[in-house]
Antibody, heavy 122, light 108 residues
């Protein structure tokens, strides 16, 4: 079935970087844009940016510009999101999510990864 | 960016009751590019409605969406125990895509 499986929880110190992976299966990885969404504990959903798995093109939310890098490896159908210069405010669950087939860059998010908890603590 | 405001913040309901959730946008959302998601504790969001009124695959027909422009609603006709959760609206008409702050539907 169509699914996105993310890497496991991480604990990082302030100032460090974290790289989260998102492995796609059950569909054509390069056929749908992949977005990343952050959710701080007890808070709502915050869009971080997207990557085109086919071309590697990216767009990032202004808030994360300069700190986030989204990449992909088409040989293993996996997208990555790396966030640098972590602070305690980055403690959150990070989700990858696919734009539904038939949409372009922006569309409804029909498949979500299970989430990766990143804890930033000294 | 388009700001989405959901109301109420919390709905205290009983099973079997009808729940109506609101999502209001600061700008017109073209083509009804609005979606609703359900999120339960410890789980990823789940797509319920897209295009303002189209149910996603496998979503029960007790969930319905309507609206256009700047005002949208999600209705759960008869609450089931598994429907108690947080609900988010999201617009995908313009960049950046944005989410509402969520409405929690809790058991009274």
């Amino acid at each position: 079935q169509v699914q996105l499986v993310q890497s496991g929880a991480e604990v990082k110190k302030p100032g460090a970087s974290v790289k989260v992976s998102c492995k796609a299966s059950g569909y054509t990885f390069t056929g749908s844009y992949m977005h990343w969404v952050r959710q701080a504990p007890g808070q709502g959903l915050e869009w971080m940016g997207w990557i085109n798995p086919y071309s590697g093109d990216t767009t990032y939310a202004e808030k994360f510009q300069g700190r986030v890098t989204m990449t992909r490896d088409t040989s293993i159908n996996t997208a990555y999101m790396e966030l640098s210069r972590l602070t305690s405010d980055d403690t959150a669950v990070f989700y990858c999510t696919r734009v539904a087939v038939g949409f372009g860059i922006y569309g409804t998010f029909d498949i979500w990864g299970q989430g990766t908890m990143v804890t930033v603590s000294s | 960016e388009i700001v989405l405001t959901q109301s109420p913040g919390t709905l205290s309901m009983s099973p079997g009751e009808r729940a109506t959730l609101s999502c209001r946008a600061t700008e017109n959302i073209s083509n009804s590019y609005l979606a609703w998601y359900q999120q339960k504790p410890g789980q990823a969001p789940r797509l319920l409605i897209y295009g303002a009124s189209r149910r996603a695959t496998g979503i029960p027909d007790r969930f319905s969406g309507r609206g256009s422009g700047t005002d949208f609603t999600l209705t759960i006709s008869r609450l089931e125990p598994e429907d108690f959760a947080v609900y988010y609206c999201q617009q995908y008409d313009t960049s950046p895509p944005t989410f509402g702050q969520g409405t929690k539907v809790e058991s009274k």
